[in-house]
């Protein structure tokens, strides 16, 4: 009889507790990827702050303050590069290994590493562990219901992508440790310390965090164009997004076969890149304390590794509060715009942007669709793009405010380390060091909110999706 009963579901077995927690977790990421990756990376957060917290993990073997090892722990999972401490001497050898480690889980993604890890460990994919990483890939795929096949990584792909990600990344760190570690070896670094910096600068630039691990700083390179190179290329790569780099190691053949997804993200990169450069050269070039003294080689140099850096890389060779009020108008932009999606870069995404002007363009010239490349993009695509500029200037606004009115700081200075720390980028003007209690609280939950994702915490938040099945008359309100 109780079989019977339990069969037809109004008597629940008995289970152990193991079982139970094992059920819950593979309900909630079958059915609300959204939601589980937010779990993860909360209690990743939770992890790594306790083991910061610990006396082993710092240089003077005393318990790291909460605040300070929180706000480390946000920076490190959301690989965003703001510290209220200083990274490199703060931290003992104990310390700086878990914050190596969590900057590599941050930047490969929560869910695209434990998919990886169950194909590791299985030897196969199955399709609750496809639609989890496709939905790391795809913010589109959050929602309930069907999603076009036509995107950047079609569900198939899943596998392949997995592998992709793994050893690119993997490479691009090995590659981007050995172009660094001649030249911090010839910066008068001995040997150990040479390998330990070129692999945690080539980390810091893959995942695009940029925390340094030398008390100088990146002052002993900042002429060094090898080293700067190599670091923009780690930045350039990890910032392009994994389903691009998909594209671009299956198809590097044959361009006209790449996505509309691929296509927009590489051209919007390019043309952002190029004209941050000449942005930064034109405000920049008569500045005594940044570019002003330099020649006109080294000042595109520094103008174009600024451009890159703001894509969220978080390296600087100059002092960003020396920079003029109009240059840190256009790295708030350049930072907001962040890079590609599904990368280890922050902020709206570039085919967020592109997105927006498709549809601005479309508008112009009276035309129901958007249209890019030979392809129209759906109009829920543009419903999306909209909602992600309005959470993320939603919450750049909030935070501004709050942060004001703790520090009674100047708005260029609050603003530019507000949305560095939505766009998880790094740079800062000095003002994250200086915070108090409140204020390092605050910035923590910029970080966390700009890297789980607005629409993913929007669409989390959201009980279910319900169907609508009337329509309400149709009016239209005035509009500009």
Same mark, same amino acid.
């Given at each position: 009889m109780?079989?019977?009963l339990?069969?037809?579901g109004?008597v629940?077995?008995?289970?152990?507790?193991?079982g139970?927690?094992r059920d819950?977790?593979d309900?909630?990421?079958r059915?609300s990827?959204?939601?589980f990756?937010i779990?993860?990376?909360?209690?990743l957060?939770?992890?790594?702050t306790?083991?910061?917290?610990?006396p082993?993990a710092s240089?003077?073997?005393?318990?790291?303050?909460?605040a300070?090892a929180?706000?480390?722990?946000?920076s490190v999972?959301?690989?965003?590069?703001?510290?209220t401490?200083?990274?490199?001497?703060?931290?003992s050898?104990f310390g700086n290994?878990i914050i190596?480690?969590?900057v590599n889980?941050?930047?490969?993604g929560v869910?695209?590493?434990?998919s990886?890890l169950g194909l590791?460990?299985?030897r196969r994919i199955s399709?609750?562990?496809?639609?989890m990483a496709?939905s790391d890939?795809?913010?589109?795929?959050?929602?309930?219901?069907?999603?076009?096949?036509?995107q950047?990584v079609?569900l198939?792909e #899943?596998?392949?992508? $997995?592998? *992709?990600? @793994?050893?690119?990344?993997? &490479?691009i760190e090995?590659v981007?440790?050995?172009?660094? %570690?001649p030249r911090?070896?010839?910066?008068?670094?001995?040997?150990?310390?040479?390998?330990?910096y070129s692999v945690y600068?080539a980390?810091m630039?893959?995942t695009n965090?940029?925390f340094?691990?030398n008390?100088?700083?990146i002052a002993?390179f900042?002429?060094?164009?090898?080293?700067?190179?190599?670091?923009?290329?780690?930045?350039?790569l990890?910032?392009?997004?994994f389903?691009?780099i998909?594209?671009?190691?299956k198809?590097w053949r044959?361009?006209r076969k790449w996505?509309?997804? #691929?296509?927009l993200t $590489?051209? *919007?990169? @390019?043309?952002l890149?190029? &004209?941050g450069?000449?942005?930064f050269i034109w405000?920049? %070039?008569d500045?005594p304390?940044?570019?002003g003294?330099?020649?006109a080689?080294d000042?595109v140099?520094q103008s174009?590794?600024?451009?890159?850096?703001t894509?969220?890389?978080?390296?600087?060779t100059?002092d960003?509060?020396d920079?003029?009020?109009s240059?840190?108008?256009v790295?708030?932009?350049?930072m907001?715009i962040?890079g590609?999606?599904?990368?280890?870069?922050g902020?709206?995404?570039?085919?967020?942007l592109?997105?927006?002007f498709l549809?601005?363009f479309?508008e112009?010239?009276g035309?129901?669709?958007m249209?890019?490349?030979g392809?129209?993009i759906p109009?829920?695509?543009?419903?999306l793009?909209?909602?992600?500029?309005?959470?993320?200037a939603t919450?750049?606004?909030?935070s501004?405010?709050l942060?004001?009115?703790?520090t009674?700081?100047?708005?260029?200075i609050?603003?530019?380390d507000?949305i560095?720390?939505?766009?998880?980028?790094?740079?800062?003007?000095?003002l994250t060091q200086?915070?108090p209690?409140?204020?390092v609280?605050?910035?923590?939950a910029?970080?966390?909110?700009g890297r789980?994702g607005?629409?993913?915490?929007a669409?989390?938040?959201?009980a279910?999706?319900?169907r609508q099945?009337?329509k309400?008359?149709?009016?239209r309100?005035i509009v500009?």
């Open positions: 109780q079989r019977s339990a069969a037809r109004f629940t077995p008995s289970r152990s507790w193991g139970r927690v819950g977790v309900f909630l990421a059915h990827p959204a939601r990756a779990l993860i990376f909360s209690a957060i939770l992890l790594w306790f083991m910061l917290s610990l082993i240089q003077s073997r005393s318990m790291t303050p909460l300070d929180l706000f480390t722990a946000v999972i959301c690989v965003t590069g703001l510290s401490v200083d990274m490199a001497t703060h931290w050898g290994a190596f480690i969590g889980i941050g930047g490969v869910l695209t590493l434990a990886i590791v460990v299985s399709l609750r562990t496809r639609l496709a890939s795809n913010p589109s795929r959050i929602h309930v219901g069907p999603v076009n096949e036509g950047a079609r198939g #899943v596998g392949s992508l $997995l592998a *992709t990600v @793994a050893i690119s990344a993997l &490479a090995v981007t440790a050995i172009v660094l %570690f911090v070896l010839a910066a008068g670094y001995d040997l150990g310390h040479s390998i330990w600068y980390a630039a893959f965090t940029g340094i691990p008390p100088e700083g002993p900042e002429h060094d164009y090898i080293f700067l190179g190599g670091l923009m290329f780690g930045v350039v990890g910032a392009i997004g389903p691009v998909y594209a671009l190691v198809l044959n361009p996505t509309v997804h #691929v296509k $590489l051209f *919007t990169f @390019a043309v890149l190029v &004209a450069t000449a942005l405000l920049e %070039f500045n304390k940044t570019f003294g330099l020649n080689f000042t140099f174009f590794f600024m451009s890159v850096m894509r969220s890389g978080g390296f600087s100059i960003i509060a920079l003029h009020g240059s840190l108008l790295a708030d932009m350049l907001f962040g590609g999606s599904a990368s280890t870069a902020g709206i995404k570039v085919t967020t592109a997105v927006l549809a601005a479309a112009a010239r035309r129901d669709a249209e890019a490349f392809r129209r109009r829920d695509i543009l419903r793009a909209v909602s992600v500029v309005l959470w993320g919450t750049v606004a909030v501004s405010i942060l004001l009115h703790i009674k700081a100047s708005l260029d609050v603003l530019f507000v560095s720390a939505f766009a998880t980028c790094g740079l800062s003007t000095g200086d915070l209690t409140a204020g609280y605050v910035l923590s910029t970080m966390f909110m789980v607005t629409v993913t915490l669409a989390a938040l959201a279910s999706q319900s099945l009337f309400r008359p149709e009016e309100p500009g």
